[in-house]
């Protein structure tokens, strides 16, 4: 069912950009139909049976209905082209639209962890029927392909959002399959099992809705670039004649699709401005060209001399002898006063702070030679660990 949908609904030939808002409604469409149907089977049947942990459930599956909703409409306005006022387009509409679904699903997990609890405290026996059975059975099986499919689209277009949707019909597996369980135990025991049941359930929602907030809020926020893409970026640029290294690597996410990359490469110091510019140019075309992302990259001559190599040498040691994981770049000495300059890039977990990591690498330098004027600047690592 979920390739016959996929294939009848997202065309192989399609672009990129169709492909991705073509699978956000996909996602949306069919999760708020499931959704409501489930809604409609479980509270009926939840005020039948006066079963808080199935009424609990059903608001569960509500919640989910009005994710798919915000899911769709998020997709939807994020395939909106780039305009004046957003000229890096709208596709941060969709993390956006995560981060309310997330916010929507703890804010239920209070409101039923509260009545389960009052449940447990004033307990009233639950009616057990074989079409209660029936239909949680059900809605395990629909939840559970729900998290196939929207875990082959979030693939199949790398999106967050969908991604948290497909974790969230799993938790909404493992929750239905306790209200099962406390429906079943409820008709041979009077112990207080769906209170019981329905404050699981509502832990397994919190659950959910607090890792679903930490997935959408990152891009907001701001992540390091993913380390294969930046060693694959790395890499086509070292290939280029003349590229003597690369650092300070930042990746700009303005939503899917649309990214920008900003990094310094290192050249040779005789080389002329037109040709590193140059450089520069060709090497973002083919960034653009392999990976579909805009590149801006700034140009750092390099001296190659006794005593550029000298110095490095130094800070290197200097470096590793604080912290294995430290490094440097943009070393520049000024030969007649002795002045050095050097970037160094710390680990976010040193235990030092960035203060006295440079004066402990700044008095190791000096103990090798006194002569130096050592001026630091702490910079830190742009790349996912």
């Known amino acids: ?63 989910d209905a009005a994710s798919s909703a915000i899911t769709l409409v998020g997709f939807k306005l994020a395939s909106q082209k780039p305009d004046k006022e957003h000229p890096f387009g709208h596709g941060r509409i969709e993390y956006v639209t995560g981060l309310i679904v997330s916010v929507l699903i703890i804010f239920m997990a209070f409101e039923l962890g509260y009545s389960s609890v009052e449940k447990i405290i004033t307990p009233e026996k639950t009616q057990f029927t074989y079409v209660a059975v029936g239909i949680l059975v059900a809605a395990i099986l629909v939840k559970f392909w729900l998290f196939y499919f929207n875990l082959r689209l979030a693939k199949l277009i790398n999106s967050s959002a969908l991604k948290a949707t497909s974790t969230d019909s799993l938790y909404d597996v493992f929750a239905t399959t306790v209200v099962l369980a406390s429906l079943i135990g409820g008709k041979y025991t009077d112990f207080p099992i769906d209170g019981v049941a329905g404050l699981i359930v509502a832990i397994f929602i919190l659950k959910a809705g607090i890792g679903a907030v930490k997935s959408t809020q990152a891009p907001l926020l701001g992540k390091p670039i993913a380390k ?12 280029h004649e003349n590229i003597l290294g690369v650092h300070d690597l ?19 110091c005789d080389m002329t401005l037109v040709d590193a510019h140059s450089l520069a140019d060709h090497i973002e075309r083919e960034i653009k ?22 110095v490095r040498a130094i800070a290197e040691r200097a470096c590793k002898a604080v912290d294995g994981r ?37 008095e190791i330098m000096l103990r ?9 600047t702490v910079d830190y690592p742009f790349i996912e660990s």
Do not use: W
């Not at 294969?228 to 290939?239: T, W």
């Not at 579909?292 to 006794?306: L, M, N, Q, S, T």
């Open 368 to 376: 090798e030679d006194n002569t130096l004027d050592v001026n630091i």
């Open 326 to 362: 430290i490094e440097i770049h943009d070393l520049q000495c000024v030969e007649d006063e002795k002045k050095v300059y050097f970037d160094m890039i710390l680990p976010f977990d040193l235990k030092l702070t960035a203060e006295k990591a440079k004066n402990k690498v700044k």
């Open 228 to 239: 294969e893409l930046a060693e694959k970026i790395d890499n086509l640029a070292l290939e």
């Open 250 to 268: 930042i990746y700009h996410d303005y939503g899917p699709d649309r990214a920008i990359v900003s990094f310094h490469i290192e050249v040779p």
């Open 1 to 63: 069912m979920s390739e016959l949908l996929i294939k009848l609904f997202i065309p192989s030939d399609a672009a990129e950009k169709e492909k991705h808002s073509r699978c956000g409604i996909l996602s949306g469409v069919v999760g708020i139909i499931l959704n409501v149907l489930l809604v409609a089977g479980k509270l009926t049947l939840g005020i039948i049976t006066g079963s808080v942990a199935m009424i609990a459930d059903a608001v569960n599956n509500l919640s």
């Open 289 to 310: 060209e392999k990976f579909g992302i805009e590149a801006v990259i700034h140009a750092d001559p390099v001296v190659i001399d006794g005593l550029t190599e000298y």
